[in-house]
């Protein structure tokens, strides 16, 4: 009788404890439900790049630009002066991703090279757009150039008490603080008068060599794509012979576009000038820009 009985009790026990299994069970799945109900949203990817192929480059540049960057093309029979126009289309592995194209014709006193890259930029990354991954190969290329940075006229020197101590006094007399001579002069250290400097007059800028500017150094460009820069670099080249080299680099969303355009003088003929090279490799940046705004 006694096993009879502790066999029911024994059977409740067991039940209990299935219960409180099942409790916990269903408990934690709530819970679990809970936590994934109150994750937040995903953050979104950053914007594409505007451009999503890119255009021939070998036919971008139109013919009488290119007579007038080639001026050695026009003296050449037509059908090489036709091969000289058509220019040589750069190799790649992928032409929505990057072109290119160089062009090259020869005078006696000189030769001409052409060269366009153009590149769309890609980010694989969800976190960083096109855009912002073009900057930073922009930057790059900025870096490269090592453009000088603008430099500001160093400040006064500020006198001393030894400075001080030595200035002459101004004469009870002169109320103005003139010594001598006609209004508006200023005593110079020997006794004599020297000449006011003209009003709105202002000293020349300078480089960080120290050499005065003359609007034709590597520089920052403005009003061309979103930023832009120039880089202008002479060298010597062969037989006696003198080699400069304009670069006009650009970036327009995911598009970063660089033209070259180097000139090279052989013998004794004169160094390549800088102004006629960079005006007519901007010429050519606006087009192209212009280009990639259609």
């Given at each position: 009788m006694q096993r009879q009985a502790y066999v029911p009790g024994l059977a409740a026990l067991a039940a209990a404890l299935v219960l409180g299994l099942t409790g916990c069970s269903s408990g934690g799945g709530s819970g679990t439900g809970a936590v994934d109900s109150k994750a937040g949203p995903a953050a979104p990817a950053?914007?594409?790049?505007r451009y999503r192929t890119l255009f021939e480059p070998c036919g971008a540049v139109p013919q009488n630009t290119l007579r007038d960057l080639l001026p050695g093309a026009a003296q050449l029979p037509d059908e090489e002066r036709i091969a000289v126009y058509r220019g040589a289309a750069a190799v790649t592995y992928d032409t929505d991703r990057r072109v290119g194209c160089s062009w090259k014709a020869d005078t006696p006193d000189a030769m001409h090279r052409l060269r366009l890259d153009i590149e769309r930029v890609v980010s694989y990354d969800p976190a960083v757009s096109d855009d912002d991954r073009a900057q930073e190969v922009f930057s790059r290329k900025q870096l490269a150039a090592d453009l000088?940075?603008?430099?500001?006229?160093?400040?006064p020197p500020q006198p001393t008490q030894a400075t001080q101590a030595t200035q002459p006094t101004q004469s009870p007399a002169s109320p103005s603080?003139?010594?001598?001579?006609?209004?508006?002069?200023?005593?110079?250290?020997?006794?004599?008068a020297?000449?006011?400097?003209?009003?709105?007059?202002?000293?020349?800028?300078q480089t960080p060599t120290g050499a005065p500017t003359t609007g034709l150094e590597p520089r920052v460009?403005?009003?061309?794509?979103?930023?832009?820069?120039?880089?202008?670099?002479?060298?010597a080249g062969g037989a006696n012979g003198r080699h400069r080299t304009v670069s006009v680099v650009f970036r327009t969303s995911n598009v970063v576009v660089t033209v070259e355009y180097?000139?090279?003088?052989?013998?004794?003929?004169?160094?390549?000038?800088?102004?006629?090279?960079?005006?007519?490799?901007?010429?050519?940046?606006?087009?192209?820009s212009e280009r990639l705004e259609e």
């Open positions: 950053a914007p594409p790049g000088p940075q603008p430099t500001q006229p160093p400040p603080g003139n010594t001598g001579g006609s209004p508006g002069t200023s005593a110079a250290p020997g006794g004599g020297q000449p006011p400097t003209p009003s709105g007059t202002q000293s020349p800028q460009l403005q009003g061309l794509g979103q930023v832009a820069f120039l880089d202008d670099a002479l060298s180097v000139e090279q003088t052989t013998g004794s003929a004169e160094a390549p000038d800088s102004q006629e090279l960079q005006e007519k490799a901007l010429n050519l940046a606006r087009l192209l």
